[in-house]
């Protein structure tokens, strides 16, 4: 990876294994893939600020290009002390968002690194924290749903100001007093299909052995794993798009009446 902006509030440490990223009431800082990708596994372990973070946001995300991109995140929303972070999941396909889910989680992101994963592959999305699964987002495209499968992304990381809604809906605001705040990386895993051009599409979707991420074992989870983010979501999610009806107008998108497991 590379520091895309921010330079100053950025560093690699010991043998470029580790980052950390500074938020401070001058600038943020995020750093990018040398390489973007389609379909892939993409592993960072994330330790957050910690203490009073409200209104930042520490991202780790997949993105494309351009006013019809498409994009995956994680996403952490800083709260005031003693309160949990939460986790903000998104999915974009040509420019469109609107498909959040938000959890708390059931340790303190700021104590230690954990591990946080997408697996991105032509039949589901999956977002691990630990290795346990805590949303799936699938292929529905032949049914007219959209999904991400046609634009290679590179894999950002970043810390930013994000006080006008990320805390609250943006009641609670960065308490600068308490910055420089530092979000400290290690360990950044990209296992996928590098993109080299069109042709990349057709092979980068092939379940060949080198595309391990493709294979059946990754197509549907196991009952283990089911029943694993079951109790996660039953126990630590606070929101859910397809929960909305108020928001959509009665008229939820399609894959909220399709099978996401």
Not at 146 to 168: C, E, G, H, K, V
Request: aromatic fraction near 16%.
């Amino acid at each position: 990876m590379y520091i895309n902006w921010g330079t100053r509030h950025s560093a690699f440490l010991g043998n470029g294994d580790d980052a950390v990223l500074v938020l401070d009431r001058y600038s943020g800082s995020c750093m990018v893939s040398n390489k973007s990708f389609l379909f892939g596994s993409i592993e960072m372990q994330i330790k957050l600020a910690p203490g009073n973070s409200a209104g930042t946001v520490t991202a780790f995300y997949l993105s494309s290009t351009g006013d019809k991109h498409d994009e995956i995140d994680f996403e952490f929303l800083g709260n005031v002390s003693g309160q949990p972070y939460t986790v903000h999941t998104n999915v974009y396909t040509l420019g469109h968002a609107g498909r959040e889910q938000q959890f708390y989680l059931w340790f303190d992101p700021t104590e230690d690194y954990h591990n946080y994963t997408i697996h991105w592959n032509p039949t589901a999305i999956v977002w691990y924290v630990d290795g346990e699964p805590l949303r799936v987002f699938r292929n529905y495209l032949s049914e007219g749903i959209p999904y991400p499968n046609l634009q290679a992304m590179r894999i950002y990381a970043s810390i930013w100001n994000a006080d006008s809604w990320a805390t609250r809906g943006g009641l609670d605001k960065i308490d600068w007093n308490e910055s420089p705040f530092f979000a400290r990386f290690r360990r950044f895993r990209a296992r996928g299909c590098e993109y080299d051009g069109p042709l990349s599409i057709t092979q980068c979707a092939t379940p060949r052995p080198a595309n391990w991420w493709n294979s059946l074992g990754y197509s549907q989870m196991s009952h283990e794993q089911q029943a694993q983010m079951n109790r996660v979501r039953d126990k630590y999610m606070i929101y859910d798009y397809c929960n909305d009806i108020k928001r959509f107008k009665g008229w939820l998108p399609g894959e909220c009446f399709k099978s996401q497991v």
